[in-house]
């Protein structure tokens, strides 16, 4: 089988690169070869993967000293396998209680530890011990890839276990093992500690998604950070992180233009958890399922987005020397052929697709999904899009469908596709229309007054609302500070500026083209008006005036800074004070 050789150190941000820049100049001289066929990437071990899969785990001793000899252990390794162990029994995980009430536990507890201080974390995806991880954990390269390898990890309860590779694929960042050799589970210590017996040879595992996650959907990653701070200025710094780690965070889609079959680099899957130096290999687990979306493998240098390995259906269905009974995922029909509907808003297509070979799916639009019809066979997961359904509006959505072989043969029947819109498609589809710039300019005026007439409307209303709720609160005596008073009157429109709304509205505008200065002035004169025109008021006994007036004094005017607005009207209703006695003793 044909090996793709790359160069010996990627450029993803793992911690073995962190301590090879130095190798990575030497190795840019290596040339990396292609082939279409998905099996090339692939590399199998040369020992019995069957023997694996049939035969059961042996068992470990419960009690683990450094005195044992492990498999590619030495003793610096074994010391530090005891230390993680003991860690993960004392500080065990905390499961949400959202996926506690579900009884979504499994999907937490069965995630692994490297025993190696530069490996990185591990799932269980089948409950005989199929353990699915990054393919650089195991080895960051073809040369460094040794079959015959044994691998220590640890289950998130503590329990050690051996394992084996069974596939190593460094295309798609992706890497198969078996476990081998396991020590007997720990006792429960509550509902979620899910036992796991090298007997029966169930192990803690998570179900794998049968569907592509929601856009934003709300995801979990556990994983194991490091122990020594890469970032920091003195090197070999420790962080006081666990030994696990469980994080929350959101699915932001797949990155556009990028082939989700390649992570050679950096992974095509987006997400929002919180990762550390070893958190490769780890599970990115839907909270609302529990069932695995992907796994961690890499992020953005300049964007700092977290990136993943969303494409692991194909990777188990294309391992030849893998029983599907192994695995809890759909099985092939190898007896008849399978149907596949690829279909847009606008028509349908049928295409006869030959069994046991896996196609490849390359869509111009990332929304566009591959769905079945109900008559036809199972086929696995064909996702590589980045969100939901969104029918094109204008123009059909083409879509190429090829395979290595060329092997699709197309008829002529047309099946009743209906794509169904949802709440979440009926908003992407109106945050495309409104954000869109393509189109008639008709159609754009149209928008943009659709957009405009409401945030107006808001706007004067606001303005309506306010501005006389602001000049009366400023300009209230004691006469009104009955608010059930002074609020009827308002509505009824018996009150109103000096002069009407019209120039009040002029005088504020011409007010805000001012400088300061002549702000100032303008703002103490209509506060000199205002007074004048309160004193100058004449009421009767039932309050209402009687006559309107100004009376000029300038003892309450002359000679006060505008900026004494309380004095002013502490002043004014003094004087309206007096004015009411003197009415109601004459």
């Given amino acids: 089988m044909e090996e793709i050789r790359r160069p010996a150190v990627s450029t993803r941000r793992t911690r073995q690169t962190a301590r090879l820049d130095e190798a990575a100049a030497a190795s840019s001289g290596l040339s990396q070869t292609t082939d279409n066929n998905l099996n090339s990437t692939i590399i199998e071990p040369e020992h019995s993967t069957t023997d694996l899969m049939i035969e059961g785990p042996d068992i470990l001793p419960e009690a683990l ?33 959202d996926m506690e009430r579900k009884e979504l536990g ?21 409950p005989n011990g199929i353990l699915l991880t990054c393919s650089h954990c195991i080895a960051e390269t073809i040369d460094d890839f040794d079959d015959s390898k044994s691998h220590w990890l640890l289950f998130a309860s503590g329990q050690v276990v051996e394992a084996k590779a069974l596939a190593w694929d460094g295309k798609r960042d992706l890497a198969l093992l078996k476990i081998t050799s396991a020590q007997q589970p720990p006792p429960p210590s509550g509902p ?19 569907a592509p996650p929601a856009l934003k959907a709300r995801l979990i990653c556990v994983g194991h950070p490091g122990s020594e701070d890469f970032e920091a200025a003195v090197p070999g710094t420790k962080t006081d992180y666990d030994v696990l780690h469980l994080s929350t965070g959101t699915f932001r889609g797949c990155a556009e233009g990028q082939d989700p079959q390649d992570n050679s680099e950096i992974g095509a899957l987006m997400h929002s958890c919180w990762t550390y130096w070893g958190h490769s290999g780890a599970p990115l687990v839907d909270r609302k399922t529990g069932t695995l979306v992907g796994l961690h493998s890499s992020w953005d240098d300049e964007t700092g987005m977290r990136r993943g390995v969303a494409q692991y259906p194909w990777f188990l269905r294309i ?8 695995l809890p995922i759909q099985t092939y029909d190898t007896t008849g052929q399978h149907r596949l509907c690829a279909h847009d808003s606008h028509d349908s297509h049928d295409f006869t697709v030959h069994p046991q070979v896996p196609p490849v799916f390359h869509c111009s639009n990332y929304r566009l999904p591959v769905c079945l019809p109900p008559s036809a066979p199972t086929m696995p997961n064909l996702w590589q899009g980045e969100g939901p359904y969104l029918p094109s509006l204008n123009t059909p959505t083409t879509t190429t469908i090829s395979t290595p072989t ?7 029947t047309s099946i009743a596709t209906a794509a169904m819109p949802t709440t979440t498609e009926e908003v992407e589809a109106l945050r495309a229309w409104v954000l869109s710039t393509s189109g008639n300019w008709l159609l754009n005026i149209a928008k943009a007054l659709a957009l405009s007439i409401p945030l107006g409307i808001l706007i004067s209303a606001m303005c309506c609302c306010w501005i006389p709720c602001l000049w009366y609160t400023d300009h209230l005596t004691d006469d009104f500070l009955d608010i059930s008073v002074w609020t009827g009157r308002l509505i009824r429109g018996e009150y109103g500026p000096p002069g009407g709304w019209i120039p009040f509205i002029r005088r504020r505008v011409r007010m805000f083209f001012m400088g300061r200065e002549e702000r100032a002035e303008a703002q103490r004169r209509e506060a000199q008006e205002a007074i004048d025109r309160v004193v100058g008021e004449l009421r009767g006994r039932d309050g209402h005036v009687v006559r309107v007036g ?37």
């Avoid at 498999?71 to 530090?80: E, T, W, Y």
């Avoid at 090298?198 to 794998?208: A, D, Q, R």
């Avoid at 060329?406 to 002529?412: A, E, P």
């Fill in 406 to 412: 060329s092997l699709f043969s197309s008829s002529t």
């Fill in 550 to 586: 100004y009376q000029q004094e300038p003892a309450m005017t002359t000679g006060l800074p505008p900026q004494n607005r309380n004095m002013r009207r502490q002043m004014a209703r003094q004087q309206v004070r007096a004015n009411r006695t003197a009415n109601n003793n004459n």
């Fill in 106 to 126: 499994s999907s937490v507890m069965a995630t692994l530890v490297f025993a190696q201080e530069e490996a990185g974390t591990a799932v269980c995806i089948s």
């Fill in 319 to 326: 391992h030849p020397t893998l029983p599907t009974s192994a």
């Fill in 65 to 97: 000293h450094v005195g044992l000899k492990f498999k590619g252990l030495g003793k610096r390794s074994i010391q530090l396998l005891l230390k993680k162990r003991q860690l993960l029994r004392d500080t065990p995980l905390d499961i949400p209680e």
């Fill in 192 to 210: 979620t500690t899910l036992s796991s017996s090298p007997h029966s040879g169930s192990f803690p595992f998570v179900t794998l998604s049968p």
